[in-house]
């Protein structure tokens, strides 16, 4: 299968007052087409600025560095022009928190329309027939397109957000915590309507969220992020059930399985707390953490090693670490 | 020497497993807004009953989930049990008696410790004056053992597991990272050398990997002071991890409580069931889904509240039961269904619990949408119009 979306080598950098806060430290990605790809990792990880990159979204004065290609053009250095037809009809994204990404005092129906009708798929009067059935798509009735914001619940606003990241047609939709301001019963109705629309329409998908749990649910694949860089990677029920990387292991037990008597009572953690990307450990950036660390640990940066069938690990545990032999998505 | 700290205060006496908080028949109601014509007309705002009824005992020394979705009264719960919600009925009683109505010496010993550790904390005290206040307030300036000020601090952090304490004493809460502050939330609520600590979403502001030490620490306590714990959470796992037994709440009521074990892997309660169904994991979404946004305390449904949403009601079960016109018209409060795990449900009642059990598995396959098959982007797949609300 080709690749929709591949990521090589990227690095980004934040310009702060404070100096350059390098959020991204070479990360190598990649989309099939149809495939999900689940991105997770907790706050400050870079999962969120990887999307940004995807969509050209991040501050002007953000330093990039290395080629995202979407079907098969370097989005980095597209002309503004080009930009904005790739942008939606390329590669569309949904949103955190669907509450604030509308606009509340335009009618969703509008909202919609407006990409279609910008990028001259269709004029007024289609666009309103498309909005309708991607409405439809979503779950929610036709007439809900003369509904303002404020009219309509949360569950509701985010089928919104999905409607709008559909409306013309994009190779790619990013996800970036989708479900995280809803309520349980609300997100899997989410996640499922997510899920359905990804199976029928073929979509190609990036699934962002700190919450594994989920991504295991939705994604075909996982990579998972820890200060800038990815530490795992590989099919998404593998790695959330035998976790090759310690980081995985610890993020995976934040999301028990009800009835494994192995959490019953015992709640595991790591001790510390995610690195400040101005100040990331020296060697494996996940050593001060790790609870099977060693003296190399400190010292050595571990590249990504083949951990398994069609899996990435970065850990010096992992076989191939000791002759060197990194792997490449 | 926490032993004897406890055998110093009053309620240290009590044994494991005594009620130490019991709540009767609580009741909290929200008046709705209405616009300033409307109000100086009269009309009053529509009624929110946001806690309706709730019946629950504490016991001594155990860790007790009350879970259930937002807009559940799960927090309203929890805050009139802190005296910080007006209630508009039932008691509360602590180690058996009625709350008098200088509520500070109660409030010593129940402590509250909030979801977000950011916005608890201001932003403007050290840490030191933070931990500090608590024991301002309530105009203590020596421990039992005549200990002063800056030692009780000094204990209540180290025992949050901020060591060595005096580093952290005259530090800003924006210097620390989020499980630190979570942690001096924790101390802040040691400090007063409390019975009951009553704990909303403790973690849910945290990143997935601080989460475990926070609980660690928590657990940890409870050994190490004697402590009860109350968790509030909508994460049915986190209750697994930690809690001897789960009180579920639906629209202002508990319907379900138990332990642990049997309520989540055995529940009694059709939404206690409908609850686990969504739990994400791996193929979870190919399980029922109740529809609908969370239901409304403004209009709490006659009969048993849940029916509306009911699948025992929605797929006939109900009527072949013989209990429809009651799951519609009856409401009902808990009933010990099986020992130590209360439900209140009619088909529950009705069948006992192993009939119970198996009927609302059947329920359960009758409502489950149909599978989406993991790689299932080949285009032989298809399907009808992706519906969003199956059966439930």
Redesign the interface.
Request: hydrophobic letters at 35%; charged letters at 20%; aromatic letters at 4%.
């Given at each position: 299968m080709t690749d929709v979306l591949r990521v090589e080598d990227l690095f980004i950098t934040y310009q702060t007052s404070a100096g350059g806060v390098p959020a991204v430290r070479g990360v190598d990605l990649a989309v099939k087409k149809g495939e999900v790809l689940g991105l997770a990792g907790e706050s400050g990880c870079g999962k969120s600025t990887i999307a940004g990159a995807i969509l050209r979204l991040l501050p002007a004065t953000t330093e990039v560095k290395g080629t995202i290609t979407l079907d098969g053009e370097n989005i980095l250095g597209m002309k503004p022009g080009r930009l904005r037809a790739v942008r939606w009809t390329g590669a569309s994204i949904i949103f955190q928190g669907a509450m604030h990404a509308l606009n509340p005092v335009q009618r969703v129906g509008d909202q919609i329309a407006e990409a279609i009708v910008v990028h001259q798929q269709a004029g007024e009067k289609e666009a309103q027939i498309r909005v309708g059935s991607l409405l439809e798509q979503v779950g929610l009735p036709t007439r809900r397109m003369q509904d303002y914001p404020h009219e309509l619940s949360g569950g509701q606003k985010q089928r919104v957000m999905i409607a709008m990241a559909l409306a013309c047609s994009p190779s790619l939709v990013i996800a970036d915590e989708p479900t995280t301001a809803l309520d349980v019963m609300v997100q899997a109705q989410v996640l499922r309507l997510m899920k359905e629309l990804q199976r029928d329409l073929g979509l190609s998908m990036i699934f962002i969220t700190h919450d594994l749990s989920v991504l295991v649910e939705t994604s075909d694949r996982l990579a998972i992020m820890y200060a800038g860089k990815i530490v795992e990677e590989g099919p998404a029920e593998a790695v959330f059930h035998e976790p090759k990387h310690p980081y995985t292991s610890a993020l995976a037990a934040a999301f028990p399985e009800i009835g494994d008597m192995r959490f019953r009572g015992n709640p595991t953690g790591l001790g510390g707390d995610p690195p400040d990307p101005q100040e990331i450990p020296s060697g494996c950036p996940f050593h001060p953490r790790c609870p099977v660390a060693f003296a190399d640990c400190e010292r050595t940066v571990p590249g990504l090693y083949s951990a398994g069938e069609d899996r990435r690990a970065a850990c010096l545990l992992m076989e191939d670490a000791k002759s060197g032999v990194e792997t490449r998505g | 020497m926490n032993a004897t700290d406890a055998a110093a205060t009053p309620g240290g006496g009590l044994p494991k497993g005594a009620p130490i908080l019991e709540v009767e028949d609580l009741h909290v109601t929200f008046q709705g807004r209405v616009g300033l014509i409307a109000g100086l007309r009269g009309q009053k705002g529509t009624l929110s009953r946001a806690v309706d009824g709730v019946n629950l005992q504490v016991r001594k020394g155990e860790v007790l989930a009350i879970a259930g979705?937002?807009?559940c009264g799960k927090t309203t719960t929890a805050r009139a049990i802190m005296g910080l919600q007006a209630v508009d009925g039932g008691t509360i009683k602590y180690e058996g008696k009625p709350l008098p109505r200088n509520l500070k010496p109660y409030l010593r010993k129940v402590q509250m410790v909030f979801q977000d550790p950011t916005d608890t904390l201001n932003p403007r005290q050290t840490i030191y004056e933070i931990i500090a206040e608590g024991l301002r307030i309530h105009g203590i300036d020596r421990g039992p053992n005549g200990e002063p000020e800056e030692q009780l601090v000094a204990r209540a952090l180290s025992h949050a597991g901020l060591r060595p304490p005096d580093r952290f004493f005259l530090r800003y809460p924006h210097e620390l990272?989020?499980?630190?502050r979570q942690r001096v939330v924790i101390a802040g609520a040691l400090v007063l050398d409390p019975e009951i600590i009553v704990a909303d979403e403790p973690v849910s502001n945290l990143?997935?990997?601080?989460?475990?030490?926070?609980?660690?620490l928590l657990?940890k306590l409870r050994e190490e002071l004697d402590l009860t714990i109350v968790i509030v959470t909508?994460d049915?796992?986190l209750a697994?991890?930690?809690a001897d037994r789960v009180a579920v709440m639906y629209l202002g009521r508990i319907v379900e409580i138990g332990p642990?074990?049997e309520v989540?892997?055995r529940p009694l309660h059709p939404y206690t069931r409908?609850?686990?169904?969504?739990?994400?994991?791996?193929?979870?979404?190919d399980r029922p889904?109740?529809?609908g946004?969370?239901p409304d305390p403004t209009r709490v449904p006659p009969g048993c509240r849940f029916h509306p949403r009911c699948p025992v009601v929605v797929t006939g079960k109900a009527a072949g039961l013989g209990i429809e016109a009651a799951c519609k018209g009856e409401d009902l409060g808990l009933e010990e269904i099986k020992p130590g795990q209360f439900a209140a449900c009619h088909a529950s009642r009705q069948l006992g619990a192993e009939a119970a059990l198996a009927a609302l598995a059947e329920v359960e396959a009758a409502v489950a949408?149909e599978p989406?098959s993991?790689?299932?982007?080949?285009?032989d797949?298809?399907?009808g119009?992706?519906?969003?609300?199956p059966e439930g």
């Open positions: - | 979705e937002s807009g990272s989020g499980g630190q990143d997935a990997s601080v989460r475990g030490e926070i609980l660690q657990m909508h049915l796992g697994w991890t930690v642990t074990e989540l892997l409908a609850l686990l169904d969504v739990v994400p994991e791996a193929g979870g979404l889904i109740l529809t946004e969370p949408p989406i993991q790689g299932s982007w080949s285009s797949d298809q399907q119009d992706p519906d969003t609300s």
